[in-house]
Structure formats: C-alpha cells, structure tokens
C-alpha cells in the first residue's frame, strides 16, 4: 500500500519542518524530513521523527455527538446553527463566542474569523495565541506600527551572537536551536541564554544568566544605557529610521550602573559585563525569545525592551541581525495573518472605522464587528458570568491549558450551550461539550500554515480522513450556511478559501500594510496543490522604513516593574513550561511510546537546598498549591532551579493523571497592553505528601479502561504493546487488584518488607505486571515493558530483570534508537570519547533527530567531573 511521499508540514511546533510522510499500510506511515524544505533541510526532531506513531485511530472521535449520543452531520450542524442564531436573536451578537488555535490551518481560521467578524457582528473570537504570542504582537504593534517579526532564518546562518531569553529552545524549538548549534561549530558564533531555570539549551552556552523571573526589562535596559555610553548607539539609524520620545533615555536609565543591574537580576556582576562585552563585540545579534517573555504580566513591556536594545543599535534589518520573536504553534502566524485576535480585524487590519469599512466591503459583510472582542481570560470570565451564553472551541483544551483552569472547568459547566471541534473523542474540555463535532487531523487535513519566519507552507493529506471527520473549515462554513450566509461561505476547496484570503492582503493595499499576498490572489488549484514552501517578506525593514504613519518605527520608554517579594503563605515561585517530547495536553504525543520515555510522569522540580528545608526526598509524591488551586506532583531535585523557584510541566491532564495538572494553579492575571497571562511565575508552596507505598502497573489491554486506577498518585503513559500506570498510595493498595485482569497468577510478596509482586500471564504472554513496594526500590519499568511483546515468559520475572546479568541500561536518552544512559557513560568512559559527535561515531545515540544531543552534552560534562574527582581522589 505503500505510496509515493507527500511533502507536508509537521503539525507541532513554529519552527515549521518539512516532512516526507510515505503511506505504508491502512493507518500508518514514515516519515522523514523535508530535505528541500527550507525550514529543516531534511531534519526533524524528535516529535517531528516519531509523528508515524500518532496517526492511528486510538481515541478519534470518528461521529458527530449531541451529548454521549452519536448523530447525524445534518442534525449536528443544525443545532449548532440553530442555537447560535437563538442566542443571538435574544441577547445580541456579543452573546455568543469561538475560541479557536494555532493549530487550525489559515484556510480554517479565515472561515471562523469572517464568520464571527464579518457576519454575526461580534469581535469575540479569540485564540490560544493568546496565552502564546500575544505580548510579541503588541510589542511589535508598538515599535512597528504592524505585527511584523523582523527576523529569518536565513539570519540564523549570519549571526555572530545568538542571545536566547526565556526561551528552552533545545526542547521547544529543536531545529531552530539545531540551526544555532550549525552556526556555532562552523563559524565560532556565540551562544548567550538568559532563563531563571538550567534548561539544556543552556548545557553548552558560552554563558547563562539565571536572572531572577520578570528582570529582562532591567537586564535589557542596562544593556541598553552601556551601549550609549559605549558609543554603541547606531546614530544615523536612530536619525533616519526612529522616532523616541522625549524623557525616553532617562526611563533607560533608571536602574542605574551594571552593579546595580546585577543586583536587581540577581546575577553575578562578571556574568553581566561578560554579556554586555559579548553583546559589544558582535554587531550581528539575534535575540530570539518566546515565553519566558511573553507570558508575563509585563511581556510586552519585556519585548519592547528587547526590540528598543535591537532598534538602537541599527541591528535589525541587516543579515544575522534581528530580534526574532519565535512561535509556538505550528500556525501561530497564520492566525496573526488573517486577523484570528480578538484584538485585530482580518488581514493586519484593526477596527479604525476605514479598516471597518473596506473589509466590510470586501466581504460584502452585513455586520462587521466595529470594536475588538474579549480576549481569552475576560471571555472565560464572561462567559462564567453568563453574558456569554453559547462558545464554540476549536482545536485547543481550554479546560486544561487556561490560568485558573478551575474557573474554567466551573465556566464551561454552566455555559448553556458548548460546541467542541477536536480529532479526540475524550478531552478534557469535550467533557463539558453539549455537541462535539469530529476534525479531520494533521495527516488527513489540506491547507496552508506559517512559521516563525513568516514561510508559508502547505500541509497535504496522507491519509483519507477516518468516519465522519471533516476539515475545520467545511465544519465551519456549513454552519455559516445554516445560519443564513452560504454565499458569502461558498468554499468547495482549501484554494477557494487562500484566494480570498490573499485577496483581501492585497486589498486597497497601498504598501502600507506589509502582510500582502498579491499573487495568489488568482492562484489556480493545482498551482496551489504545487505550492512551495514562501516567504511572503524576505528581510522585513531593510530599507529603514516601518510600517508606522511617518516611517519610522518608536523606541518605547519602559521601566523595570517591581520585583515582588516572597509572600508569607506563599513563598515560592511557581514557573510552568514544556517537556522535550511531549505537545501540550498529550491528546497526540500521549499516544506514541517513544515520546513517552523521556518523561513520564509529572514532576516538580526544585532545587535541593528548598527541598532539603520542607523535607522532601527525590521521589516523593508533594502538592503543590496556590491560591486557584492545588495539583499532585512527583519531586524531582534539580540543581538547575533557583532557591525559591519551582516548575512544573504544562502537559498532564485528568485523562492521564490524577495529578500533575498545572493548569488549576496560574493566575488569572494578563498583560495590560496584550492579555497575555503570566503563566511563569505564580506565588506558590509546595507540601509533602504522605504516601505509604509505591508501585507501577503495566497493562497490555488498556485500551478498553477507562479512568485511572483510584489511588492517591496515578499517573499513565503509552508503550510500546500496553500502558505503564506509575502509582503512590497510603494504606492498602487492594484497589489494584481490581485493575489486574483475568489469567493466570504468579505472585510474590514479602510482607515483612512490604513488597508485592503480581504477573497475570494469559495465553503463554505477559498480560499484567503490578511491582508494588512500602520501603525499598522498584525495578526499572523498560525490560518489564518489552516482555508484554516476548513470545514466552521469562522466568525472572518477578525479578524485573533479565536473566544472567545483563547490565541495566539506565533511563532512555536517546529515543530513536533506544539507548540509555548507563551505556552512554560507559561508552564515554571507555572510549574516552571527547565530544557528542564521537557519541554519535561509537554508538550512534543523537545522530538521528538530534534532540537528545543537550543531554549527551550534559553526561559527557557529568563522566568528565567524575573521572576528574576519581583522578584527583586518587
Ligand atoms: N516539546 C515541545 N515543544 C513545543 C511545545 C510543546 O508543548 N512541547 N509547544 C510549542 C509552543 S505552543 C510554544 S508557545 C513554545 C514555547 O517554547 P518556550 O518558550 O521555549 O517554552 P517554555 O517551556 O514555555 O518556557 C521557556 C522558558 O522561559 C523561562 N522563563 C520563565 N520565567 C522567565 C523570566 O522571567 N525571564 C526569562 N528570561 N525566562 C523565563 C522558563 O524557565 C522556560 O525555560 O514551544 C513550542 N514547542
Ligand atoms: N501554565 C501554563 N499554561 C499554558 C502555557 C504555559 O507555558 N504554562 N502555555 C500556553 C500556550 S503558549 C499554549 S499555545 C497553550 C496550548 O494549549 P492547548 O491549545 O489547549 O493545547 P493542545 O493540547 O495543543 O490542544 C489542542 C487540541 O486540539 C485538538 N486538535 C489537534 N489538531 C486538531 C485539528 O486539526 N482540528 C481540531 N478541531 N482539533 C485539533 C487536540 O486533540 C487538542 O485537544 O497552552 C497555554 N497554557
Ligand atoms: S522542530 Fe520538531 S516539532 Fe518543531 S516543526 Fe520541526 S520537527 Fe516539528
Ligand atoms: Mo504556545
């Protein structure tokens, strides 16, 4: 069944890599990297590589249901035509509401966003870029006059100096940071990051400031004021390209001379005139950031200091300088194109009454929406207080993925009237769907998507889509018809849809709106089937004009914030992020089991000298609470944490945990100028958690249970031929038991030492394994794992381990090829390997996707410290 390749787009991240994605059977394919792709040149991460592993049917929702019962496409639609037009016939437009993601296609988000602005009147249609890209919107706004991201990659390949802030890019942007690394072993390029967290982007810079959270703007200004009185202010830009504001270079000022800086940013002086010289000597800067700045109740102020230090010194415009707002979704941009805010009319547009006026004309819109709509958090909030009365979200779980998600759950509840579009049957959100309609997904979807550097590209079906899934936009726009507009949403075909949306980029354009895609307004079908992959700006402000009334682009004066103080209940500091392998809330990297073993629990990192002080251990089970919410976690000791800050991952939800969802504990709190919530900092405390036995359980049929097994801490996971459920409990543990199916039995326990061990063996296989224990040390869970595929049982094991002494590998490092850790450091030591290539040469690890290479970088510093401490010892 094998087929020819389709070029198409990975469906995760901003970076966005080609993929060659080949056919190979009903519900499976390959997948390989893009070489001609411009983004990747052939490279893929490891979300990118193991994607085949996600296509399959497991948990798609396949049909239309209006409640838990399935209906008919027709029946579906009509309700929810049906309950959008009553709502809005009795309460007015602004009744009503979408909330839709960077993860729909531009062809998709369009078609919502007409819909919502153009013909039922409301500007309440906002996005998960909210939470994600908001703060670099306005920023830009701001110093640009238009949401312009002023940087390529091509600039990754010219740059001297590479400042990363608050950004993990090792984990989150793997090929962009695998594009720095290129740079940096072929040119000597230098590498600065700038995160309160030891991340592994980190492992192999040229230098680390671990300020203090929410000190970039004074880390940037202080930058700033060096460079004027080091004569590095670039004066005939600043006379021919910007205009400042008077009282600008005193608010500049203010934080006073390096020490002082030092001092506010908590970092050691020398590290900050090391940056400040590094920052001198290099002229081609480019400063990516992403969330580290932009969810903070300060980001844009945090980017417009970053783009005022750019500005200033003329580094931006110019090949390997810019500032380079990096996106998170893998259509982050295209929603920003087509206007998908709450903030933004369509097309780079606003609501100024002439905008309003010529996309009403466009359109030939009844009702353009004539002011911007509630952003995320209001809108949540509104409709919690029922001045919203019927929402429709597409492709994203708010119920999972919003501050304060709590409140959110307890809004979605009393909504009158939910609609939710997703490729998952059982989410999270869905839980509080009144209809749930069924998307068509990544593989089976036809569009257009753009990345950070403004490319569009397009994304091509590999497979048919499965039941009665259908593309967002069709959803869309047959809802539209319904509701009395099926002219104006006529679309047969994704083209239709990009032609019109190219038309109204070139609209009475003039050139004073930069986002225009004049040529395809006429594009044909197959020239756009064809399509490759286009930047619709090569080098944005080369000529030193902006798109703002004068030309010029504004230096805008901002100040340090105060820092808060530690509060008495509250002491911590709670900053949330992303793991290495997985997406979000897991409804598609949940489902591989090679993503699954680089984390597979829930943990709160904290640094050992805090969890010395509240008495926890590595591997305890604590609860971290806030005034939202509180939420179970796995401790995990990390030197890379400041004293006083913890993190933990965004990922988990109730379908995986019974725990470890962050979601209930983030403020409500937003940005002023963008909405965006400050995700990254939260007063917090953390309590340990009495547990009186651990244990893990692995399934080979799970697939039919639902929920988790009911004790304390249950958390689940993919593998490879079952699932692995990582279990912590006070008092008996008979629960389990229920869990464990029918078969044959071999047990061993040891009462004494309060350890049980339990395998159910049906047809000569491994069907169940439950290790528990009360006071000693678990197995390793990987050989476990491999027996539910070993055609006989391995007479170990009860022993969880192989027989004869076969070395236990350690943790998987690399998940391509499945190589753990223990081999790795015994590989470096006795081979004396010197560097993470020769990894690579003896064993192989990190020469396929690349993203572990941050970590071989890391054991290989950790083996050379051991033997140093050995030779020196000795
Ligand atoms: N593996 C993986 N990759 C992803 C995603 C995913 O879910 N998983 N999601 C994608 C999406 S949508 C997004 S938005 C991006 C996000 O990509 P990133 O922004 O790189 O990811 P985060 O982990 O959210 O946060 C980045 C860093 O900001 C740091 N930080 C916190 N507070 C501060 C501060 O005050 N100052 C500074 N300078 N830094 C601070 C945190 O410690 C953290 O290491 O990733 C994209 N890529
Ligand atoms: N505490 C904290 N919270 C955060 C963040 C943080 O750093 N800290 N980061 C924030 C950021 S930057 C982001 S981007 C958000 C992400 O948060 P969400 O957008 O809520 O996360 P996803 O899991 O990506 O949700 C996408 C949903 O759409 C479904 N889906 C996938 N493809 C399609 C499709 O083609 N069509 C349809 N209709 N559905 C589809 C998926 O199954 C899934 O249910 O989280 C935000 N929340
Ligand atoms: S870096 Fe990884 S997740 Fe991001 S687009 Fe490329 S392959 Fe996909
Ligand atoms: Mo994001």
Known sequence: ????????????????????????????????????????????????????????????????????????????????????RETIARHGPDSVAFYVSGQLLTEDYYVANKLMKGFIGSANIDTNSRLCMSSAVAGHLRAFGED??????????????????????AWCHPIVYQRIQAAREKRGAKLVVIDPRRTETCEDADLHL??????????????????????????????????????????????????????????????????????????????????GINQALRGTDQVNAIIN???????????????????????????????????????????????????????SAPAVATKPGLKAVDMFRAIGEGRIKALWVMATNPAVSMPDAGRVRDALATCPFVVVSDVMADTDTGRFAHVRLPAAAWAEKDGTVTNSERRISRQRPVLAAPG???????????????????????????????????????????????????????????AYEAMEPMRWLDRPFADGRFPTPDGRARLVPVAQAPLPEPLRDWPLTLNTGRYRDQWHT???????????????????????????RLGLRDGDIARVATPQGDSLFRVAMSEGQRRGEIFTPIHWTDRQSTGGRTGLLPRPLTDPHSGQPGFKSTPARLEKVAVEWRAFLILREAAGRAGLPPVLWATQVTVAGGTLYELAGAG???????????GARIEASDPARGTRRVAVIVEDRLAAALFLTRTGELPGRDWLIAQLDAPQVAPTLLAGRPPGAMPDRGPVVCVCFDIGLRTIAAAIAEQRLADVGAIGKAIGAGTNCGSCRPALARILADVGRTEETIHAAG
């Open 210 to 291: 671990p300020i203090r959270p929410g000190s970039d703007v004074a880390l940037m200004n202080g930058l700033l004021a060096h460079c004027r009185r080091a004569g590095l202010i670039d004066q005939v830009f600043v006379d021919a390209s910007l205009s400042i504001p008077e009282g600008f270079w005193d608010v500049i000022g203010q934080g006073g001379d390096p020490w002082s800086v030092a001092r506010t940013c908590d970092v050691a002086p020398e590290a900050l005139l090391r940056f400040y010289e590094l920052f001198a000597a290099h002229p081609r800067t480019v400063t990516l950031f992403s969330q």
């Open 148 to 169: 312009v991201v002023s940087a390529s990659y091509d600039d990754l390949d010219e740059a001297d100096l590479f400042i990363l802030v608050g950004s993990n890019t």
């Open 1 to 84: 069944m094998s087929g020819a390749p389709v070029r198409t787009t990975c469906p995760y991240c901003g970076v966005g890599c080609g993929v060659l994605a080949t056919r190979t059977g009903d519900r499976a394919m390959t997948i390989a990297g893009d070489p001609d792709h411009p983004a990747n040149r052939g490279r893929l991460c490891s979300k990118g590589t193991h994607l085949g592993e996600t296509v399959g049917l497991a948990g798609r929702l396949l049909h239309p249901m209006i409640g838990d019962r399935r209906a008919g496409w027709d029946k579906a639609l009509d309700l929810v035509a049906r309950r959008f």
């Open 309 to 363: 230090l750019h500005l200033a010194t003329g580094r931006i415009g110019k090949p390997g300088a810019a500032p380079f707002s990096i996106t998170g979704q893998p259509n982050a941009m295209g929603g920003r194109e087509v206007g998908g805010l709450a903030s933004t009319l369509a097309a780079h547009m606003g609501f100024a009454p002439d905008e309003v006026a010529r996309v009403g004309r466009f359109w």
């Open 586 to 612: 897991m409804t598609r990297t949940g489902l591989s089991p090679k993503l699954a073993r680089h984390r597979a629990e829930p943990l709160v990192e904290i640094n050992p000298d805090d969890a010395a």
């Open 468 to 526: 009665e899934a259908k593309p967002d936009w069709w959803i869309v726009k047959e809802v539209a018809a319904r509701m009395g507009w099926a002219s104006a949403f006529g679309y047969d075909r994704p083209a239709d849809i990009y032609r019109e949306h190219a038309r109204l980029s070139a609209y009475e354009n003039d050139g004073t709106r930069l986002f225009a895609l004049p040529r395809h307004g006429a594009i044909g079908n197959p």
């Open 732 to 742: 008996d543990a008979v629960a389990l038991d229920g869990w464990l199916p029918a």
